[in-house]
């Protein structure tokens, strides 16, 4: 059996499709998985360190604002997708898995043309474009969150599932966490992040906070994004403070074993993985995001009594060492809010997906071997040549 899982472009779009992939091979241990995405993307360095196959397909996303490059999306679009069904005409995967961002777009539109069947997994309140636009065509839905259903009112089915969270994550050691890293047994860790792609505001709140935070002994470890990790080492430095710093870490679980504390950004995988590891956090939400859903993933977090939320206008380094300091000095405070994190976690949502990716393959593979055949798709006519998709496997 085969299956590919299209999706990326942000750490949020990607580690739902592993977690997914993971479940999958564990169910079904026959199942060759491939992925889909952009040549030189995080997609492909995070895929290619698993082993499994990864085609690189030409994509792009529409900017937000008024941008020329916007008048080349068409063209680079159309591209991927006839790349995409050269692939997929030869490689006849069984089921094809959308797991969001613009790079899932082509792929899928590809296997619907040669009507294989089709799943998306959204992981925010408000779907991206390339859901909104597939979700009318795909066979099935699956979404975190209940009022999902209300953007997408063409969609055939809608599961709430969840959000699939790498297996990996939960079974990393703390002890064997802190000294991979290099960070002291007993002292007080705080994990800060952005997102895959970093946050300069976190970035920047963080320096400032570090001179005081040393009164509490604290540790760190600073995911910073491509550009600050020279002047986080500095500033920590500075600060006498010890810190792992680094521009991205493709293997989160060490991080989150070591941490004491988490603060970062509030994207839904961010948050299904705070909650599945009973993390407690300091959440700032990045204003920017499609319907302002980061701050609702806050606030819902928030109410459980799992996080305290910082609004981005309100970060400031004096404002998150003084909520910093308030939790690591009460224990009491900091075990209930991870207790609280975990009442949140759906930690079936990967076998969920999986099982419903596998419901599909039998179904086609029922239809293949002369039973009932499933409604038709489409978008476009099945053809259409077109260069090899590149591919690229990790040694």
């Keep these: 059996m085969r299956i590919m899982i299209a999706g990326g472009g942000t750490g949020g779009h990607i580690f739902p499709g592993l977690a997914i992939a993971e479940a999958v091979e564990r169910l079904r241990p026959d199942t060759q998985v491939f992925f889909a995405g952009r040549r030189g993307s995080i997609e492909e360095r995070v895929v290619s360190r698993t082993g499994r196959p990864f085609l690189a397909v030409p994509s792009m996303g529409l900017?937000?604002?008024?941008?020329?490059?916007?008048?080349?999306?068409?063209?680079?679009?159309?591209?991927?997708?006839?790349?995409?069904?050269?692939?997929?005409?030869?490689?006849?995967?069984?089921?094809?898995?959308?797991?969001?961002?613009?790079?899932?777009?082509?792929?899928?539109?590809?296997?619907?043309?040669?009507?294989?069947?089709?799943?998306?997994?959204?992981q925010n309140s408000h779907p991206g474009?390339?859901?909104?636009?597939?979700?009318?065509?795909?066979?099935?839905?699956?979404?975190?969150?209940?009022?999902?259903?209300?953007?997408?009112?063409?969609?055939?089915?809608?599961?709430?599932?969840?959000?699939?969270?790498?297996?990996?994550?939960?079974?990393?050691?703390?002890?064997?966490?802190?000294?991979?890293?290099?960070?002291?047994?007993?002292?007080?860790?705080?994990?800060?992040?952005?997102?895959?792609?970093?946050?300069?505001?976190?970035?920047?709140?963080?320096?400032?906070?570090?001179?005081?935070?040393?009164?509490?002994?604290?540790?760190?470890?600073?995911?910073?994004?491509?550009?600050?990790?020279?002047d986080m080492q500095d500033a920590a430095e500075a600060a006498g403070s010890r810190a792992v710093v680094r521009p991205f870490f493709d293997d989160m679980g060490p991080a989150y074993a070591a941490s004491d504390l988490v603060v970062s950004r509030a994207g839904a995988t961010t948050i299904a993985e705070l909650a599945l590891l009973g993390k407690p956090s300091i959440l700032v939400p990045y204003p920017y995001a499609t319907e302002d859903h980061q701050t609702k993933n806050a606030r819902e977090m928030e109410r459980a009594g799992a996080a305290v939320v910082i609004p981005d206008g309100e970060l400031t380094g004096e404002t998150l060492a003084g909520l910093i300091v308030e939790l690591l000095s009460n224990r009491h405070q900091l075990a209930a809010a991870a207790e609280?994190?975990?009442?949140?976690?759906?930690?079936?949502?990967?076998?969920?997906?999986?099982?419903?990716?596998?419901?599909?393959?039998?179904?086609?593979e029922h239809a293949a071997n002369g039973g009932a055949s499933g409604g038709s798709h489409g978008i476009g006519a099945a053809g259409g040549a077109g260069n090899s998709i590149e591919e690229g496997r990790s040694s």
Excluded: C
């Design 63 to 122: 900017r937000r604002k008024a941008d020329v490059r916007n008048l080349a999306m068409p063209f680079v679009v159309a591209g991927g997708y006839a790349k995409a069904l050269a692939v997929l005409s030869g490689r006849k995967p069984d089921v094809a898995v959308g797991t969001g961002g613009f790079i899932s777009l082509p792929p899928i539109a590809a296997a619907l043309t040669l009507r294989v069947p089709t799943l998306l997994q959204e």
């Design 129 to 230: 474009l390339a859901t909104r636009v597939l979700s009318r065509w795909v066979d099935a839905v699956h979404v975190t969150f209940e009022d999902t259903k209300d953007h997408l009112p063409h969609a055939r089915a809608i599961e709430v599932s969840g959000n699939p969270v790498r297996s990996g994550l939960a079974l990393t050691d703390r002890a064997e966490a802190r000294e991979s890293l290099g960070l002291s047994p007993e002292a007080p860790v705080i994990l800060a992040f952005g997102g895959s792609r970093g946050a300069v505001r976190i970035n920047e709140a963080i320096k400032a906070a570090l001179p005081r935070l040393r009164e509490l002994g604290a540790e760190f470890i600073l995911q910073t994004g491509s550009g600050g990790v020279a």
């Design 340 to 364: 609280a994190a975990g009442t949140l976690a759906r930690p079936d949502a990967a076998d969920r997906v999986a099982q419903a990716v596998l419901v599909l393959a039998g179904a086609a």
